[in-house]
């Protein structure tokens, strides 16, 4: 396998995300089906937006002619760079039917320096 085509093979664990703006602010929307709200983490830091997921599972069966464990564990992470008009204090997650939709207020403030954790609903 060609180099380029492992990491290329590696990324298609990220989920798409698209991103809408309107006049009250932007909207984060990423298609993560088959998880759970508790698998995603939101923090915002310096005008950055970073959402994180992890996610991991391992079957086991066996009786006295054999045994199988099988685990899988993925992890991705995505940072966006908000503008100086966001609200970064007022910042929402939530899961439902598969996406992750992240909305971010606009305001007239700059944007805070601190790192804060969104929790998703």
């Given amino acids: 396998m060609l180099v380029d085509e492992f990491f290329l093979n590696k990324m298609t664990n990220v989920p798409a995300v698209n991103i809408s703006e309107n006049e009250k602010g932007f909207l984060i929307t990423l298609g993560a089906p088959g998880s759970k709200k ?5 923090e915002v830091s310096d005008g950055l ?3 994180m997921a992890k996610k991991s599972k391992e079957e ?3 009786n006295h002619r054999y045994n199988r464990r099988e ?3 993925s992890a991705w992470s995505r940072s966006f ?6 609200f970064t204090t007022k910042i929402r997650g939530e899961y ?3 996406e992750l939709i ?3 207020q606009k305001s007239e403030q700059t944007v805070t320096k601190n790192v804060k954790k969104i929790s998703v609903s």
Avoid: H
């Fill in 60 to 62: 086991k069966t066996g």
């Fill in 96 to 98: 439902k039917r598969g």
């Fill in 38 to 42: 508790e698998d995603f983490k939101i």
């Fill in 49 to 51: 937006v970073t959402i």
């Fill in 81 to 86: 760079a908000m503008p100086k008009n966001c």
């Fill in 71 to 73: 685990y899988n564990y």
């Fill in 102 to 104: 992240v909305t971010v």
